[in-house]
């Protein structure tokens, strides 16, 4: 399967959060993002060193800036339960904008095209680590890191993209 790409419709599909009152609800991809200019961004698993401490943080640090810039939505995806993402959330007091979603079983991830198979470290199949910035359910950037790297899927390139052109 081709990964998800510039130009492509996002696929739908389930993931999982807490809500406010603590429950668990399941939710379509498309109903977060139909209508709307969303980022969605993955990480290959909830407290690991470069995700906790660079990947994530950046887009809590920048959510006002790309909020300003037309961004309704950001969505952190993981290959993790969604009792980890709760845990891992909570350890960003100082969030307000980012949602963390968990994607249990990796399907969603391979509907993108985006798994990346540590089981040789013992992790199972995790997804790659990207950003898409996508409008009304179609990627207009398409930014996937290659193995282990953190160059291209912070928010900072994000912000920089935004820049570059208009999200009709």
Known sequence: MAPIAVGDVIPDGTVSYFDEQDQVQSVSVHSLAKGKKVIIFAVPGAFTPTCSTKHVPGFIDKADMLKSKGVEEILCVSVNDPFVMKAWAKT?????????????????????????????????????????????????VANVEAGGEFTVSGADEILKALECFVLS
């Open 92 to 140: 960003f007091p100082e969030n307000k904008h980012v949602k963390f979603l968990a994607d249990g079983a990796g399907k969603y991830t391979h509907s993108l095209g985006l798994e990346l198979d540590l089981s040789e470290k013992g992790l199972g199949v995790r997804s790659r680590r990207y950003a898409l910035l996508v409008d009304d359910l179609k990627v207009k």
